[in-house]
């Protein structure tokens, strides 16, 4: 399948997605840049490789995205990968992302006609949608990021607190938000999320928010 690559806002690449190791949640594809990946990215790329110890958090830093052909973001638990080096310029660009969902797998890439992810009133989020709703979220409920997930700076903690979020989609009726999210030891993979645009933390019991332990029960059980 088709995808683009971000880098924060910007789209740095394309790709033609394939599954590599099946039970990992592996993808693969060749990397196409775009002029914005060789202005911005890549010589953070190429210091990425050429470090004696790769830093992370430089890494982390790119905010790499991957945003497959139907609109569907991509939540990778092991990351995405740009191999390219400075000292074989010649070779084909490649990405690799782990740690995909199966559910990805299944409904996407092995049926033979893959299912859109999302239908009307809900429709997919572009990138800068994307990086507002994860901005507005972490804002209302009050909390920090770190690498390990969403961690409270305030005594009375939302339920949102711990999870890594990835937003998906939104519902043009009352503007709920879709994520992915995900947090040790907690079976609940998607939720649905009522932003009030505050701005800021909110009182407690707000923004509202309601879990579903897959994808499709939220098709099967969802009502705005």
Avoid at 9 to 19: D, K, M, N, P
Avoid at 84 to 112: C, N, P, Q, T, W
Avoid at 175 to 200: C, I, P, Q, Y
Wanted: charged share 30%.
């Amino acid at each position: 399948m088709k995808a683009k690559i971000f880098s924060c806002e910007r789209c740095i690449g394309s790709t033609e997605l394939h599954v590599g190791d099946e039970s990992m949640g592996g993808l693969y594809g060749d990397f196409l840049p775009t002029d914005a990946y060789y202005k911005y990215v890549q010589k953070a790329v190429w210091k990425f490789w050429s470090a004696g110890k790769p830093d992370y958090d430089q890494w982390e830093a790119l905010k790499l995205s991957v945003q497959l052909e139907n609109g569907y973001f991509l939540f990778a638990a092991g990351g995405f990968t740009i191999h390219d080096v400075k000292e074989v310029l010649d070779e084909a660009k490649r990405i690799d992302i782990a740690g995909v969902d199966r559910h990805v797998l299944e409904d996407f890439f092995l049926e033979k006609e893959p299912r859109p992810f999302l239908e009307e009133p809900w429709e997919p989020v572009s990138i800068e949608e994307k990086l507002a709703y994860e901005k507005e979220v972490k804002k209302e409920v009050g909390v920090y990021r770190s690498f390990f997930g969403f961690y409270s700076l305030w005594p009375n903690e939302h339920d949102l607190v711990g999870f890594e979020l990835s937003a998906l989609g939104f519902d043009q009726r009352s503007h709920d938000v879709l994520f992915v999210t995900r947090k040790e030891d907690d079976s609940r993979e998607f939720a649905v999320v009522h932003l009030t645009w505050k701005g800021s933390k909110e009182v407690k019991g707000f923004p509202q928010v309601e879990f579903y332990k897959s994808l499709e029960e939220f098709r099967n059980t969802y009502t705005s």
